[in-house]
């Protein structure tokens, strides 16, 4: 209890100064609903998570998105990120947990978008059903990537821009079995974590005159496996159309 008040008093003392919108990055000036104002890392807050992904939003900037694939809501960070910074026609997210679908829906919900679709598990049996042109899949999804990505059983992901974060840490050989399934259809590119975020952070907390203590690299990203809790990187691929 101490832990998630603490945390919660910081999270308040940064929204209040930095206007309870995001701070940097691609998504900055969109609003941050109250019911994730004590979920949020510092790094969301501050735009900051993963942002080794930024360079590849601003590529898709240049690109006509109109109907977005997200799978891994999760807090609604980056569905209500990606709606704000490409404005698609639709963006149709997938959750597994229920939980996260109400939070999803007050990032929309404050920042006044209309353009989702939230639903539960992403499966073969939906990406099959689908027929119209999807321009953009975004995806963290645990190691389900296997399931989901291959273009000859979903032809319409041979036209389909893809970002995903992959997870060798479940999945033996997923690099090496996504690449030789793209190969033929996209430009294959891997990029990682950047290390030098929490000196951005930093230098930022330092500016505000705020003393906070966060969760840095690389203790933020574990999994649990066999029992013990497992230190990870991330790791992350593009797939993009030659």
Not at 72 to 78: K, L, M, P, T, V
Not at 159 to 185: A, G, V, W
Not at 190 to 217: A, M, P, T, V
Request: hydrophobic share 35%.
């Amino acid at each position: 209890m101490k832990l998630f008040k603490k945390k919660q008093q910081s999270n308040l003392s940064i929204l209040k100064r930095i206007g309870y919108r995001i701070y940097f990055g691609p998504f900055t000036g969109l609003k941050i609903p109250q019911s994730v104002y004590n979920i949020l890392t510092t790094s969301e807050i501050l735009g900051l998570y993963e942002s080794c992904l930024h360079s590849k939003f601003e590529i898709l900037l240049n690109k006509e998105i109109k109907n977005v694939l997200l799978v891994g809501g999760n807090n609604g960070y980056y569905a209500s990120g990606i709606s704000y910074l490409l404005n698609p026609d639709l963006i149709h997210i997938y959750e597994t947990e229920k939980y996260f679908h109400t939070l999803i829906k007050s990032w929309f919900q404050e920042n006044n978008f209309e353009n989702y679709k939230i639903s539960d598990k992403a499966s073969k049996e939906e990406f099959i059903k689908i027929q119209s042109k999807i321009d953009f899949v975004f995806m963290d999804c645990e190691g389900f990537e296997t399931e989901l990505l291959n273009p000859e059983i979903f032809t319409w992901q041979e036209k389909t821009e893809i970002l995903l974060e992959i997870h060798p840490f479940y999945k033996d050989n997923l690099i090496s079995i996504l690449s030789k399934r793209f190969m033929k259809t996209h430009k294959i590119e891997l990029f990682y974590d950047d290390f030098d975020e929490d000196n951005k952070i930093d230098k930022i907390l330092k500016g505000l005159d705020l003393k906070i203590q966060y969760s840095k690299h690389p203790n933020h990203r574990w999994i649990i496996e066999n029992g013990n809790k497992i230190n990870t990187s991330g790791i992350f691929m593009y797939l993009t159309q030659y």
